[in-house]
């Protein structure tokens, strides 16, 4: 029986290796992690993440072929294919801060299986990773010359959350980079065998080792230049009264651009968009490449914009100041179907309105207050760096308050945000809402999900991102630029 062991029970490794498990039980898969809450979770009937469909695919293995454990040495030391898994977060210290990914974990692990293994390995990147990333790995594999043959892949992993287990279950391919000798060509042979048990063969795409490498990060940077692309279209389209819906729509029937990541919304979040871009564009610049990375870096900008634009609409709206007003933020997460809030845009807009002395109060149906609470007290980077978190001033905290209830959240609130484009907030009684406000009763819609004209009628003042302005909202002045 061929024995996986996965490094990292996280987004990617827990889905992943679940569906290789469900979907091949002639092979054992063990997720391993130093996070003992992680694996004990995974382990119970509360899993540590939020996905659609991922417990029925768990359940559906877990026991049999698929098990979860902190004996990390043990599993690896068995296992005849290791992915590696881990965070690789942006630095936050040091050379490349800001940008360069953070490999310490990546190191760490590839250090230990060096170290532990007594056989031949395929080791494989599951993470995403900076180009090249694989002949650093080599070195530090071979370095104590135990004679064990180690081939490296490039795997990167295309999930995204909220659609993980659909993604896997009918990846658009699978990518499996390798060395181009002999032994480099057996090792991807075994890994497509792996996902041939349910993966078409023509959608498994083979190739050398950098190209796989970095088509991940092109992949990434090219989703996320669609969004800011489109952000930036709604920023003209709010000038001059054109609809963006209407002008995404006109555009994606274009077969050559296609219908897909053209919707206008308050701007991207997520664990992987920003970074792996910033990654990117530290790549460029360390190649000399200061124009390509120029203009990758503007993705980010414009990202960054759409959400200081946000914030501005908001305080401009409400005759320039929110300070001791209620705002009500409807979801927290970065995107429907997850509870994960890495950077998340609500995190800047809701700074933003703190900034101005707002008072918050904010309502996700899968985020705890706990972690929203966390997320706002810490800096730029930090969510993947433990040791740097702070708690929330107890200033900054009178301010913020968490519920468990859209109405509850917009009970005599002067202005509510829509930043997540939860199912249940298209199906809100909204003359309810209305009733419960302030009046003027104002609503933001950054996730283009109410219907504007049926607000309006309600007695709404209504902004939508991308959407002809109303009046009240087009004729006041702009706030200063902050
Ligand atoms: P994550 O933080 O959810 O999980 C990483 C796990 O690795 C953590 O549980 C951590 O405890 C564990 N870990 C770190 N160092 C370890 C070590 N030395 N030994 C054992 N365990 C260790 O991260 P994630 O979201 O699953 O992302 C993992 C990688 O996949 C990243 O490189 C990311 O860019 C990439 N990726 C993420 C997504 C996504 O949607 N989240 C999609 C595609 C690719
Ligand atoms: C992304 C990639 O899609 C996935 O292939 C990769 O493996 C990991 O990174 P993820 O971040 O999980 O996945 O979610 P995604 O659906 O890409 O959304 C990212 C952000 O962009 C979210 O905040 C989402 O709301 C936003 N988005 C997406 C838009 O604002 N408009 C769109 O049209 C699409």
């Given at each position: ?103 310490t974990y990546w190191e760490s692990a590839a250090r230990m299986i060096a170290d532990v293994s007594k056989s031949d390995k395929i080791v494989v990147e599951k993470s995403t990773v ?241 972690q929203i609470m966390r997320d706002l007290a810490m800096n730029k980077f930090d969510w993947d760096h433990p040791q740097h978190l702070q708690p929330m001033s ?89």
């Amino acid at each position: 029986m061929v024995k996986i062991c996965c490094i990292g029970a996280g987004y990617v490794g827990g889905p992943t290796m679940a569906m290789i498990a469900f979907k091949c039980p002639d092979i054992e898969v063990v997720v391993v992690d130093i996070s003992v809450a992680r694996i004990n979770a995974w382990n119970s009937d509360r899993l540590p993440i939020f996905e659609p469909g991922l417990e029925d695919v768990v359940k559906g293995c877990r026991g049999r072929n698929l098990f979860f454990s902190y004996d990390v040495e043990k599993h690896v030391a068995a296992a005849d294919i290791v992915f590696v898994s881990v965070n690789t977060p942006t630095k936050t210290r040091g050379l490349g801060a800001g940008k360069a990914a953070d490999l310490t974990y990546w190191e760490s692990a590839a250090r230990m299986i060096a170290d532990v293994s007594k056989s031949d390995k395929i080791v494989v990147e599951k993470s995403t990773v900076p180009v090249k990333t694989a002949e650093a790995i080599e070195k530090i594999l071979t370095h104590n010359n135990k004679g064990i043959n180690f081939q490296i892949l490039s795997n990167p992993e295309f999930l995204a959350e909220g659609t993980a287990i659909e993604d896997l279950a009918k990846p658009d391919r699978v990518l499996i980079g390798g060395r181009e000798t002999p032994e480099g060509q057996k090792a991807i042979e075994a890994l497509k065998a792996v996902y041939a048990h349910w993966v078409p063969e023509e959608n498994i795409i083979t190739m050398n080792l950098w190209s796989a490498e970095l088509s991940k990060l092109a992949a990434n940077a090219i989703l996320a230049q669609r969004i800011s692309s489109i952000n930036a279209m709604s920023a003209l389209c709010e000038a001059t009264g054109a609809d963006v819906s209407e002008v995404a729509y006109a555009v994606g029937k274009d077969s050559r651009i296609g219908p897909k990541f053209l919707n206008a919304s308050v701007g991207f979040g997520g664990s992987c968009f920003q970074k792996d871009i910033l990654n990117l564009v530290y790549i460029c610049e360390c190649n000399g490449l200061t124009e390509v990375a120029n203009y990758w870096k503007q993705v980010v900008q414009i990202n960054d914009y759409q959400k200081s634009r946000f914030v501005k609409r908001v305080v401009s709206s409400m005759f320039n100041t929110v300070s001791g007003k209620k705002i009500a933020i409807l979801g927290f997460a970065f995107k429907k179907d997850t509870g994960d809030t890495r950077e998340t845009a609500a995190i800047d807009v809701c700074h933003g309105l703190l900034g101005d002395n707002a008072k918050i109060s904010i309502y996700d149906p899968q985020v705890t207050a706990d972690q929203i609470m966390r997320d706002l007290a810490m800096n730029k980077f930090d969510w993947d760096h433990p040791q740097h978190l702070q708690p929330m001033s107890p200033t900054a905290a009178k301010k913020v308050d968490v519920v468990w209830d859209a109405y509850e959240a917009t009970k005599n609130a002067h202005g509510v945000c829509i930043l997540t484009e939860w199912d249940e907030f298209k199906k809100l009684d909204y003359k309810k809402v209305y009733d419960g406000m302030q009046k003027p009763a104002f609503i933001f819609d950054g996730r283009n999900v109410i219907n504007v004209e049926e607000l309006r009628k309600i007695g709404f003042i209504v902004y939508s991102v991308g959407k002809p302005l109303d009046p009240w909202v087009k004729d006041l002045p702009a706030a200063p630029p902050s």
